[in-house]
């Protein structure tokens, strides 16, 4: 018998790479022997993650990315394909929030900085990768999306807006590519433990602000950067061929 990774030989691209989510994602990537591309705006933290991964004997290249930009964009694939010959599974992960607070206290600047970096950037990616899975007859789109899409907290206002796109995004984008035999689905973690916490809680991640969102997650714990890579990996298995279109909750029963 021979054993394999579930992703034996992938090559994929992970946005937000460097912390949080992305950076278990491309982990449980390479231990399931995908080839993995680390895109962040935050060099260290994006090449800390490459290189671990090299370490531990897998395949692993950092390009720095914007993900609000078209050109970073473009430059990211082309260096994953100059790199290892082709692209098979995009991460759109990188995200950002605003402070949890009164909607109003939100500026139009960071308003347009969250739309661009939390839904422009699937288009941008989708402009980039679409083509190429086109031409190689199959491709896998991973968007993260969020709880908040599903059940919006109050104080995230325009952020839950933005994750409302990309699960719609992820079911239009599923639906007409669906016979290219592209695939687009969405992950929708609960509140996380990652450094996006403090943000979401409002800044002060104390005992008893803590206790208020845990009574919200029926399982009785934050979602784990492991919870939301293992999900990924589901999506990004060839075993999956027939699942598209899916937003998934990975959320110990928050939606419910
Ligand atoms: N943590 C949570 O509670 C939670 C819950 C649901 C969904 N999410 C979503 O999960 C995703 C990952 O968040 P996380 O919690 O791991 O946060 P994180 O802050 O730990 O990681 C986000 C990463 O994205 C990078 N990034 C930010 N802007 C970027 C840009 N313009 N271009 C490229 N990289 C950029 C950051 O440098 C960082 O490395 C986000 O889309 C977030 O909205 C988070």
């Not at 190429?132 to 908040?148: D, E, H, K, L, M």
């Not at 990924?232 to 110990?252: L, R, Y």
């Amino acid at each position: 018998m021979k054993i394999e990774g579930r992703l034996n030989k992938l090559v994929s691209v992970v946005t937000g790479g460097g912390s949080g989510f992305g950076e278990s994602i491309g982990q449980a990537f390479a231990r399931e022997g995908a080839r993995v591309v680390v895109a962040d705006l935050h060099a260290e933290n994006g090449r800390r993650v490459a290189d671990a991964i090299v370490v531990a004997g897998g395949e692993a290249l950092f390009v720095r990315t914007d993900v609000s930009l078209a050109a970073d964009m473009k430059n990211l694939v082309e260096a994953t394909v100059a790199r290892f010959g082709r692209l098979d599974v995009m991460v759109n992960n990188a995200g950002i929030s605003h402070v949890n607070q009164p909607m109003l206290a939100v500026t139009e600047e960071f308003f347009d900085r969250l739309y661009a970096v939390n839904v422009k950037s699937i288009y941008h990616s989708a402009v980039q990768c679409v083509p190429i899975f086109r031409r190689q007859r199959g491709g896998c789109v991973i968007n993260i999306g969020s709880t908040a899409a599903v059940r919006p907290r109050p104080g995230l206002c325009w952020y839950n807006g933005t994750k409302a796109a990309v699960n719609s995004l992820s079911k239009s984008m599923a639906v007409e590519l669906a016979s290219d035999k592209i695939r687009v689905n969405a992950i929708n973690p609960a509140l996380g433990e990652t450094p996006l916490l403090a943000t979401f809680m409002g800044g002060a991640d104390t005992p008893e602000v803590r206790a208020r969102f845990l009574a919200s997650i029926p399982a009785g714990r934050l979602c784990r950067p492991s919870d939301v890579a293992n999900a990924a990996v589901f999506f990004a298995d060839p075993a999956s061929e027939f699942v598209t279109g899916v937003c998934m909750e990975v959320d110990g029963g928050r939606c419910i």
